[in-house]
């Protein structure tokens, strides 16, 4: 057993920097054009950036194209068209993790 990554065999150690992300994906914020939306727009570009992805990032303010996904609170977050979050202003690292499990098939 390993405690604070003591008795870890290097390999076994993960960090942002080794994640490899293999797809490329189309990702959506859906929402208004409120701060919130645009805040959620923001830290998915560096989301993006900082995993070196290659990703078509969309920011979808139209109210039918909205309605089409079901969503009740915006910002929404929309990876290769499966909702993956509502109603939450996701921090760029948090954005990062959902990445990557989708990625895995989480």
Same mark, same amino acid.
């Given at each position: 057993? %390993? #405690?604070?990554? #003591? /008795?870890?065999?290097?390999?076994?150690?993960?960090? @942002?920097?080794?994640?490899?992300?293999? !797809?490329?994906?189309?990702?959506?914020?859906? !929402?208004? /054009?409120?701060?919130?939306? @645009?805040?959620? #727009?923001?830290?998915?570009q560096?989301?993006? +950036?900082?995993?070196?992805? &290659?990703?078509?990032? *969309?920011?979808?303010? $139209?109210?039918? @194209?909205? %309605?089409?996904? /079901? =969503?009740?609170?915006?910002? %929404?977050? *929309?990876?290769? $068209?499966? *909702?993956?979050?509502?109603?939450?202003?996701? &921090?760029? /690292? $948090? =954005?990062e +993790?959902? =990445?990557? &499990? #989708?990625?895995? !098939?989480?």
């Amino acid at each position: 057993m %390993a #405690f604070f990554n #003591f /008795g870890k065999n290097k390999s076994e150690n993960s960090s @942002q920097d080794e994640i490899q992300v293999k !797809g490329d994906y189309t990702i959506k914020v859906l !929402g208004s /054009g409120c701060k919130s939306c @645009q805040t959620l #727009f923001s830290n998915l570009q560096d989301a993006v +950036k900082n995993l070196d992805i &290659k990703a078509d990032t *969309v920011h979808v303010t $139209d109210m039918a @194209q909205l %309605a089409e996904y /079901g =969503i009740m609170t915006t910002p %929404a977050l *929309v990876i290769n $068209d499966k *909702v993956v979050s509502t109603g939450k202003v996701l &921090k760029s /690292g $948090d =954005i990062e +993790k959902l =990445i990557v &499990k #989708f990625d895995r !098939g989480e």
